[in-house]
DNA sequence: CAGCATGTAGACAGCGTGTCCATATAACCG
DNA sequence: CGGTTATATGGACACGCTGTCTACATGCTG
C-alpha cells in the first residue's frame, strides 16, 4: 500500500492532557478518510486511525459507535458530496447526465472502491447501515425521486408510474454491476438503462 | 445466539492421524454451512467452524484460500441452489414468477441475509468475489437472458434489446433494496418492476 | 480559582489469524 | 503384504485488533 501522507511526522509528542475536542475530532476524521482511501475497508482499523490521527483509541471508541461509523464520517470529510442533479427540462437528458456521472464518479475514482466496500460493511453493521441509509442514499433518492416528479407533473412521463421503483432500476442496476460486477459498468449501460425504461421492452 | 445443534456432541475423542479426506471435508462444510445460517458472517470465524467439525484448524487454512470461499461452499452444501427457471410461452407471467420467487426467497429463509452478507464479503474477499460470480450469479444471469433471448426470438420483446442490462434492471433492482433497504422489498415491487419495463414510461 | 469534562498513555484479557512443528494414520503402489 | 507418501491432528507460537479499565494531565466553565 503507499504511504498515507509522506509528510505526516507525527507532530511532536503531545502531552498527556485535555486537548480541544473540535481539534481532535477533525484529526481523527481526516485520518479516517485518508486511511480510508489509501487501504480501503480491508486495513481500516480503529488502531491504525487513532495512530495516523496521533490520537487515543479511547477517544474513538467514545465517539463513535462503529468502525463503519467512523469510516464513513471519515469519507464525508474527505470526500465531496457531489449530489447536485442537473435539471433541464428534458427528463432523459437530466436522468442520462445523472446516470453517466455516477458512472464515471464509481470507475474513475477511489470513491467506488470505497462506496461497495463501506455497503459491504453495512450488511454486518447495523450502526453503519443505518447511518448510510439517513446520510447517503437516502438523500440521494430523494433527489431522483424529485426529478422524476417533476418530470410527471410536466407530462414528460406517465402520471401514474411509481417512482421509487424507476430509481432501483436506473441506480440499482448500476450498484448491482458494481457490487457484483459480473460485467462491466460503462456509460453506454447508463445510457441502455435509460433508454430500456423509457421505451419499453415491447 | 441459537444453539447450532443441540445433540452435536463431539463424536468422542478422535486420535491424531489422517482420517478420511472425503469425511473430513463433508464435516467441515455441512460445519461452515450451519454456522453461517445460525450466526451470519459477522460470527462466522475458522476456528468455530474447525471446532464445530471437530476438525485441525490447519486442514481448513490448507484447502480453502479464504474465509469467504468456505462460507460460500458451506452455504452451497446447506441451501439447496433453486435454481429452475418456469418457461411458459408468455415472458411477462415468468419473469413476474421469477422476481416474486427470488424476493420470496429472500424474505421469508434465512438465505437473503447470508446473501447480503456473502456479497458484503465479497467486497473485501476477492477470493470470494471470483467465486461468488463464477458459482453463483453467473449462472443465474445466464438463465435469465436465456429466458429473455427466448422470448425476443418469440416476437414477445423487441429483437434489439439488450437482455443483460434488462436483467440489471430486473434483479439488479431486487439486490438494491436488499443491500441498500432504503425501501422493503416486496412482491408488488417485483411486479412493478416488469411492469416499468414492460410498458414502458412515457 | 475550583471543579468538571475530556484527552492521553499504558496496561490487560480475549479472540481470531496464520504459521510452524511432531506425530499418527489413511491411501496408494510395488 | 510392506514401504512410502499424503494428509489430519493437537499443540504451540507471535501477531494484530478489540474493548475496557486505570491513573493522570490539562482545557474549559462558572
Not at 137 to 156: D, F, H
Not at 171 to 190: K, M, N, Q, S, V
Request: include cysteine; glycine fraction near 6%; hydrophobic fraction near 45%.
Amino acid at each position: 500500500m503507499a504511504e498515507l501522507t509522506p509528510d505526516a511526522q507525527t507532530p511532536a509528542r503531545r502531552g498527556r492532557g485535555r486537548r480541544p475536542a473540535d481539534q481532535v475530532r477533525a484529526e481523527i476524521l481526516t485520518a479516517a478518510g485518508e486511511l480510508l482511501l489509501a487501504e480501503g475497508m480491508a486495513g481500516f482499523t480503529i488502531e491504525k486511525v487513532a495512530a495516523h490521527a496521533g490520537a487515543s483509541r479511547m477517544t474513538i471508541y467514545k465517539w463513535w459507535p462503529s468502525k463503519g461509523a467512523l469510516a464513513l464520517d471519515g469519507y464525508f470529510t474527505v470526500v465531496a458530496p457531489t449530489l447536485a442533479f442537473t435539471d433541464t427540462a428534458d427528463i432523459v437528458a437530466d436522468l442520462t447526465n445523472q446516470l453517466v456521472a455516477f458512472v464515471h464518479l464509481v470507475r474513475d475514482t477511489t470513491a467506488g472502491r470505497v462506496i461497495s466496500q463501506l455497503i459491504g460493511q453495512a450488511q454486518t453493521d447495523p450502526e453503519l447501515a443505518a447511518a448510510y441509509r439517513e446520510r447517503y442514499s437516502g438523500p440521494r433518492r430523494a433527489l431522483a425521486v424529485e426529478t422524476l416528479t417533476r418530470a410527471m407533473a410536466r407530462g414528460q412521463l406517465r402520471p401514474d408510474i411509481d417512482s421509487e421503483s424507476v430509481v432501483d432500476q436506473l441506480w440499482g442496476a448500476c450498484y448491482h454491476r458494481l457490487l457484483i460486477a459480473d460485467l462491466p459498468l460503462t456509460e453506454d449501460f447508463a445510457r441502455t438503462l435509460v433508454d430500456n425504461l423509457i421505451r419499453g421492452l415491447r
